[in-house]
């Protein structure tokens, strides 16, 4: 008997936890936030070749195994395509106030205001060349989510991933 309400204080531990209990606090953005100019993580190459028409492919990291070979792509100046096997996009990424937004309506150029009025407090904050990044994960895993670049409280950049 006691095996069993040891197991059972187990499992409700471990749900609470993996549920986001713990003591950590995240932002956890729904799934359907996580996308820039109508793409999503996880959509097809082709879907976004039927939208934007052809990118231009600016980077090939080769593998030897195809399937994992990295390609970067680019809509103009400021639209960036990743994709791993050229199948998949694993993230996009904008840089200007282009028209590309979030689904929530956030562009660059906005004030950093916005994303805690949207997304409330963010799961993860880093800086990288002189940029504040704040991200906003779907799942405390930070395997999927949000980045927004930040530099003189406006936002310089989105980001949309999905970790491969």
């Known amino acids: ?74 809509y103009g100046d400021t639209v960036s395509i990743f994709s791993i096997g050229g199948k998949a996009i694993f993230s996009i990424k904008t840089t200007a106030n282009n028209g590309w937004s979030t689904p929530a309506g956030v562009t660059v150029g906005m004030n950093k205001s916005v994303l805690n009025d949207i997304y409330g407090k963010e799961d993860h904050i880093f800086q990288r060349n002189g940029i504040t990044y704040y991200e906003y994960y779907v799942h405390p895993s930070g395997m999927r989510g949000l980045i927004f670049g930040i530099k003189n409280n406006k936002i310089v950049s989105i980001s949309a991933y999905m970790d491969q």
């Open 1 to 74: 008997m006691l095996k069993k309400i040891l197991a059972a204080i187990l499992s409700v531990s471990s749900l609470t936890f993996a549920l986001g209990g713990g003591t950590d606090s995240y932002a956890l953005v729904p799934n359907d936030a996580v996308a820039v100019g109508g793409l999503r993580p996880g959509y097809t190459m082709e879907y976004m070749e039927s939208i934007y028409g052809q990118p231009v492919l600016e980077k090939v990291k080769p593998c030897n195994l195809p399937a994992f070979s990295q390609y970067d792509y680019k």
